[in-house]
């Protein structure tokens, strides 16, 4: 069975820091482009960052850079997003997706609410 499910939101104050994770399985992790994305209340679902496979290549959206960082862990199927400095425009449902290099295939978790409010 295919899975994809996030863990780490919560409540954090402003400046504070959460890492969320994605756990992946019933499919070949490494050949899966990984993504994390958001979407505020009223608001349309924006890529936050994104990273490739085999290269390993990374995009940031521009709101985020230099605060998000995400990276990969291909023995434990895991994909983490370390958001720092975290501001109350962060506050969004986080969800990961995962995209196969060939077919596009794709598959999204259900996401997980982080809040930035002090």
């Known amino acids: 069975q295919v899975q994809v499910v996030e863990s780490g939101g919560g409540l954090v104050q402003p400046g504070g820091s959460l890492r969320l994770s994605c756990a992946a399985s019933?499919?070949?992790?490494?050949?899966?482009?990984m993504g994390w994305y958001r979407q505020a209340p009223g608001k349309e679902r924006e890529l936050v960052a994104r990273i490739g496979t085999p290269g390993g290549s990374i995009n940031y959206a521009a709101s985020v850079k230099g605060r998000f960082t995400i990276s990969r862990d291909n023995v434990k199927n895991t994909v983490y997003l370390q958001m720092n400095s975290l501001k109350p425009e962060d506050t969004a449902v986080y969800y990961c997706?995962?995209?196969?290099?060939?077919?596009?295939?794709?598959?999204w978790g259900q996401g997980t609410q982080v809040t930035v409010s002090s």
């Open positions: 997706n995962a995209w196969e290099v060939v077919t596009s295939r794709s598959y």
């Open positions: 019933g499919f070949r992790f490494t050949s899966y482009h």
